[in-house]
């Protein structure tokens, strides 16, 4: 089975300071947090709806009508005698030797029709959607023809129909090329959201490669998509991270203090507390960036958020000047991330030595 982007970093992927790149990868093929099911962006309002028959105004109000089978007034002696039986009722009058009645023309003939049509599209409603791309003009990397996808990933990729094989090979490049081609990996992920916009993974794989190439703006957007669709939390570290690449740490406190309270995990927690550590840093309240950073080191539960939150601790450290404090958090990151996958510990601890 092939992982999404090796491992997923659940983390924003900068520490306190840094801002070389984004560490968090496309999803991984076994999901912690499968998105949800939910309606999807714009209104569930149907173009068209029910046609007007207003029409144009005949001229006379239904009051003025006559009512069929009324009495004219005129006692029944005076009524003239019809035509006899096979002649026409009037001469000229075209109705032909059938004895039928003229054809009476439409009153409304010639005028131009302005009743409301049907299906008229509505306007408005997919304004902001981004245009589909349908294009396949991008080459597939060699190494995903000896790969699978994910059956829980393909399930739900063919849940929107469509040719699901082309999908699938877009979300395997995306996997494969999040390390080597970060930017060709977004241009897969982009296919994908152009084929499939309602689809939570879809959007949560979009924001992930955004990120991962600095399109900040588009990060924090396709967030806000994916939260919106799926009920999930898991990439609000990304949102609140891309505000400081965009230089706005206070927005980044203000959005990571809205979901502080949420029922987070504790990996998206740790996260979320390593990123607002770093807004403050940016802001150059260092003491208030260490409170974050110690919450972040209290919250930390699996190997990987233990190991970056130590990690986020002790660089914090290094850049305040307490570099016996640094190397005991930097030390404990190391000994959790051996084989440095998550971190560069081991990197700034021999730096210091």
Known sequence: MAQQGGDRRSGAGRSSGSRSGAGRKPPRSSRSTAPGKGSGPGGSRKPGGKPSRSGKPTGKPSSDRKPAGKPTGKPSSDRKPGPRRGESPRSGSGAGRSGKPPRRESPDKGRKDTRSKPYVKSQGRDDDREPRDTSNDLPWPDEIFELELDPDLLKELESFGGRTSTLAKHMLSVQVLADSDPEMSYQHAARIRGRIPRSALARQTICIAAYR?????????????????????????????????????????????????????????????????????????????????????????????????????????????????????????????????????????????
Do not use: H
């Open 213 to 353: 190439t600095a399109r900040f703006k588009e990060a924090v957007k396709e967030e806000s998509a994916y939260r919106r669709i799926s009920g999930n939390f898991d990439l609000v570290p990304i949102a609140a991270d891309s505000e400081r690449g965009l230089n706005r740490p206070q927005r980044a406190l203000d959005f990571g203090a809205e979901f502080e309270r949420e029922d987070l995990d504790s990996d998206t927690r740790t996260e979320l507390f390593i990123v607002m550590g770093g807004a403050r840093r940016d802001l150059g309240d260092t003491e208030a960036a260490r409170v974050f950073m110690q919450k972040a080191v209290r919250a930390a539960k699996s190997p990987l958020a233990m190991a970056r939150s130590r990690f986020a601790l002790g660089e914090l450290l290094v850049s305040a000047g307490d570099a016996e404090q640094a190397k005991k958090w930097l030390q404990s990151a190391v000994d959790i991330d051996e084989d440095a996958v998550w971190t560069e510990a081991s990197v700034l601890l021999e730096s210091l030595s």
